[in-house]
Nanobody, 126 residues
Framework: QVTLVESGGGLVQVGDSLRLSCVTS????????ISWFRQAPGKEREFVAA????????YYADSVKGRFTMSRDNAKNTVYLQMNSLKPEDTAIYYC???????????????????WGQGTQVSVSS
Protein backbone atom coordinates (compact mmCIF):
# COMPACT_ATOMS: atom_id res chain seq x y z
CA GLN A 1 0.00 0.00 0.00
CA VAL A 2 1.30 3.42 -1.01
CA THR A 3 1.03 6.37 1.35
CA LEU A 4 2.26 9.89 0.77
CA VAL A 5 2.36 12.53 3.51
CA GLU A 6 3.25 16.14 2.69
CA SER A 7 4.42 18.78 5.13
CA GLY A 8 6.22 22.09 5.20
CA GLY A 9 3.63 24.48 3.87
CA GLY A 10 2.86 27.81 5.45
CA LEU A 11 2.28 31.52 5.04
CA VAL A 12 5.27 33.46 3.72
CA GLN A 13 6.00 36.76 2.04
CA VAL A 14 7.01 37.46 -1.54
CA GLY A 15 10.60 36.43 -2.13
CA ASP A 16 10.74 34.01 0.78
CA SER A 17 11.58 30.32 0.60
CA LEU A 18 9.90 27.12 1.77
CA ARG A 19 10.84 23.48 1.62
CA LEU A 20 8.07 20.93 1.25
CA SER A 21 8.57 17.29 2.20
CA CYS A 22 6.73 14.19 1.08
CA VAL A 23 7.35 11.10 3.15
CA THR A 24 6.52 7.98 1.19
CA SER A 25 5.68 4.42 2.12
CA UNK A 26 5.33 1.52 -0.27
CA UNK A 27 7.06 3.40 -3.07
CA UNK A 28 10.10 1.97 -4.82
CA UNK A 29 11.81 5.04 -6.20
CA UNK A 30 13.39 3.15 -9.06
CA UNK A 31 9.96 2.05 -10.31
CA UNK A 32 7.76 5.03 -9.51
CA UNK A 33 7.43 8.48 -10.94
CA ILE A 34 7.19 10.93 -8.05
CA SER A 35 5.74 14.35 -8.74
CA TRP A 36 4.56 17.58 -7.20
CA PHE A 37 1.34 19.20 -8.34
CA ARG A 38 -0.48 22.26 -7.05
CA GLN A 39 -4.02 23.54 -7.12
CA ALA A 40 -5.05 27.12 -6.55
CA PRO A 41 -8.64 28.08 -5.67
CA GLY A 42 -10.89 27.88 -8.70
CA LYS A 43 -8.15 26.42 -10.90
CA GLU A 44 -7.26 22.99 -12.16
CA ARG A 45 -4.50 20.98 -10.61
CA GLU A 46 -1.24 21.75 -12.39
CA PHE A 47 2.09 20.03 -12.74
CA VAL A 48 5.03 21.48 -10.82
CA ALA A 49 7.92 18.98 -10.92
CA ALA A 50 8.69 15.29 -11.31
CA UNK A 51 11.42 12.69 -11.10
CA UNK A 52 10.77 9.88 -13.54
CA UNK A 53 11.45 6.47 -11.94
CA UNK A 54 15.14 5.97 -11.29
CA UNK A 55 16.24 8.74 -13.59
CA UNK A 56 18.49 11.52 -12.45
CA UNK A 57 16.64 14.13 -14.47
CA UNK A 58 14.04 16.32 -12.83
CA TYR A 59 11.32 17.93 -14.92
CA TYR A 60 9.76 21.29 -14.09
CA ALA A 61 6.89 23.45 -15.16
CA ASP A 62 8.08 26.57 -16.95
CA SER A 63 6.45 28.72 -14.26
CA VAL A 64 8.78 27.36 -11.54
CA LYS A 65 11.95 26.58 -13.49
CA GLY A 66 14.94 28.25 -11.91
CA ARG A 67 13.11 28.88 -8.62
CA PHE A 68 12.03 25.41 -7.46
CA THR A 69 14.21 22.35 -6.99
CA MET A 70 12.92 18.84 -6.50
CA SER A 71 15.11 16.23 -4.85
CA ARG A 72 14.81 12.91 -3.08
CA ASP A 73 16.51 11.10 -0.24
CA ASN A 74 16.31 7.38 -0.89
CA ALA A 75 17.42 6.47 2.62
CA LYS A 76 14.57 8.48 4.14
CA ASN A 77 11.98 7.56 1.48
CA THR A 78 11.34 11.27 1.17
CA VAL A 79 11.11 13.74 -1.68
CA TYR A 80 11.49 17.47 -1.29
CA LEU A 81 10.46 20.59 -3.12
CA GLN A 82 12.68 23.56 -2.35
CA MET A 83 10.83 26.71 -3.35
CA ASN A 84 12.74 29.98 -3.60
CA SER A 85 11.75 33.47 -4.69
CA LEU A 86 8.12 32.73 -3.99
CA LYS A 87 5.45 34.77 -5.73
CA PRO A 88 1.76 35.34 -4.93
CA GLU A 89 0.86 33.14 -7.91
CA ASP A 90 2.58 30.22 -6.18
CA THR A 91 -0.24 30.23 -3.61
CA ALA A 92 -1.92 26.82 -3.78
CA ILE A 93 -2.33 23.48 -2.12
CA TYR A 94 0.70 21.39 -3.03
CA TYR A 95 0.30 17.65 -3.53
CA CYS A 96 2.74 14.83 -3.81
CA UNK A 97 1.80 12.09 -6.29
CA UNK A 98 3.25 8.75 -7.31
CA UNK A 99 2.62 6.22 -10.02
CA UNK A 100 4.54 3.30 -11.45
CA UNK A 101 2.82 2.92 -14.82
CA UNK A 102 3.48 6.29 -16.41
CA UNK A 103 5.56 6.78 -19.50
CA UNK A 104 7.75 9.85 -19.68
CA UNK A 105 5.44 11.77 -21.98
CA UNK A 106 2.58 11.44 -19.46
CA UNK A 107 4.18 12.61 -16.24
CA UNK A 108 2.55 16.06 -16.38
CA UNK A 109 -1.01 14.68 -16.51
CA UNK A 110 -2.47 14.59 -13.00
CA UNK A 111 -5.35 12.38 -14.12
CA UNK A 112 -3.01 9.45 -14.61
CA UNK A 113 -1.61 9.26 -11.08
CA UNK A 114 -3.02 6.62 -8.76
CA UNK A 115 -1.54 7.76 -5.47
CA TRP A 116 -1.87 11.16 -3.80
CA GLY A 117 -1.06 12.78 -0.52
CA GLN A 118 -3.46 14.99 1.40
CA GLY A 119 -1.74 18.22 0.36
CA THR A 120 -0.10 21.09 2.17
CA GLN A 121 -1.14 24.73 1.87
CA VAL A 122 1.34 27.32 0.63
CA SER A 123 0.28 30.95 0.82
CA VAL A 124 2.45 33.80 -0.43
CA SER A 125 1.50 37.26 0.74
CA SER A 126 2.43 40.45 -1.03
Amino acid sequence: QVTLVESGGGLVQVGDSLRLSCVTSGVAFNRYTISWFRQAPGKEREFVAAIFRSGSTTYYADSVKGRFTMSRDNAKNTVYLQMNSLKPEDTAIYYCAADRTLILSSIRDSRLYDNWGQGTQVSVSS
